[in-house]
């Protein structure tokens, strides 16, 4: 491989609460074990070096006064939504600024619904969007996912239509690839979907964040792509962050075809007067998104498979109890543990203060909607995959 994802990077004193917080209060590691981070959804990788590379050309003047977005900007994501998701036709104004992709769902939801409305989530749910939703005001209704005789996590399409009904729902929220079960959805899966938002006449928030990060084969598809009535009703929303681990920097974009629709969210996310974007963050993007970029972005998925076949074969064979899917896209894997719990008459906290005693930093997967869950991240190099499963079966799943 040309890039280095095999060097274990020490982040400790380097702003990076992956490496310097545990998600759990009053437990510490015990002596002799280091810390692996594997929770929150960073990478323990070093990025692409023309992202570096552009941010310090531009540091290198020492002025950081009020700017415009470039037209390179523009066209960096132009040309990357049509190299890796053969998305043609998008123009300039079809694009916008977002600090997050959380703060434009708050928008879209702002911008077309009232305070205490309900609003559509597949469960489980990204925890994001459940303090988004209830910090707005909204209520959430869940559609559960469900695991079919493959183990693969499905849509119920009669539950969405049915609440969507019963709860006169008008705004929903759809996560491709899906965060946190890292299902890859296949074209006519959202199809299907976007044929019960259009009955239904609702908005439709696609959150692809994760869209660069498609394992084994699989392939992403854009929710606008589908269709003349999905291009015209869906907000997709996207970033670098997940791709290049550029969280700390700030900023994702919405791409919105309907004039009328991209008008109200765009007034809507004006109105805290703090949606803009950091000079830093827009080189960055633009270092991200260029051929050397996509290469590093290939090699990155060829590391993650790697990792995701590991650790899901590794599940299987030693820890009798814990189901899970395998990942499609992602580098999150979300663990059901209640069997193994109810197996050994021990609960979830026991089992994940366990993990973090012997520096097994992972989380819990309760917040997002299963009470037996926990969500691992394996963006971290091979070596210490291999460790944290080395520990957690010497020391945890006992």
Request: charged share 25%.
């Amino acid at each position: 491989m040309k890039y280095d994802f095999t060097t274990i990077m020490e982040r400790s004193g380097k702003d990076a609460i992956a490496a310097e917080v545990i998600p759990y209060e009053g437990v510490t590691i015990k002596e002799g074990f280091s810390r692996l981070p594997m929770w929150v959804a960073d990478m323990n990788f070093a990025t692409v070096p023309t992202i570096t590379e552009a941010i310090i050309e531009r540091a290198k003047h020492p002025a950081f006064g009020y700017f415009s977005l470039r037209d390179e900007y523009y066209q960096a994501i132009m040309d990357w939504q049509k190299s890796r998701n053969g998305v043609e036709g998008i123009t300039k104004e079809y694009i916008g600024y977002e600090n997050g992709v959380l703060g434009c769902v708050a928008s879209v939801l702002n911008a077309f619904c009232s305070a205490g409305d309900n609003v559509l989530v597949h469960s489980p749910t990204y925890i994001g969007f459940t303090m988004t939703l209830e910090n707005n005001g909204y209520h959430i209704i869940h559609s559960d996912l469900k695991p079919d005789t493959d183990g693969i996590w499905r849509m119920d399409y009669e539950d969405m239509e049915n609440k969507i009904k019963k709860h006169h729902i008008h705004a929903v929220i759809f996560c491709s690839p899906h965060n946190p079960t890292g299902r890859v959805w296949e074209r006519e899966e959202i199809e299907r979907a976007m044929e019960i938002y259009q009955r239904n006449d609702c908005i439709v928030v696609s959150d692809e964040i994760w869209s660069d990060i498609v394992l084994n084969g699989h392939k992403h598809i854009p929710t606008q792509s589908l269709s003349e009535d999905a291009r015209n009703r869906t907000i997709a929303v996207y970033a670098p962050s997940k791709t290049f681990n550029l969280a700390g920097l700030v900023g994702s974009y919405h791409i919105i075809y309907n004039a009328y629709i991209r008008d109200r969210v765009e007034k809507q996310s004006s109105l805290c007067h703090y949606n803009s974007c950091n000079v830093l963050s827009m080189h960055a993007l633009i270092g991200a998104y260029c051929k050397e970029g996509e290469k590093w972005v290939d090699e990155l998925c060829e590391v993650l498979e790697e990792n995701v076949n590991y650790a899901y074969n590794y599940i299987r064979e030693h820890f009798t109890g814990v189901s899970l899917a395998k990942p499609q896209g992602t580098y999150m894997l979300y663990l059901d543990c209640e069997g193994w719990c109810k197996m050994h008459n021990k609960s979830l906290d026991d089992l994940l203060r366990a993990g973090y005693e012997v520096g097994v930093i992972w989380q819990d997967g309760r917040p997002f909607h299963r009470p037996y869950a926990i969500r691992m991240n394996l963006a971290l190099p091979y070596s210490l995959v291999e460790e944290a499963f080395e520990r957690l079966n010497k020391y945890v799943f006992l």
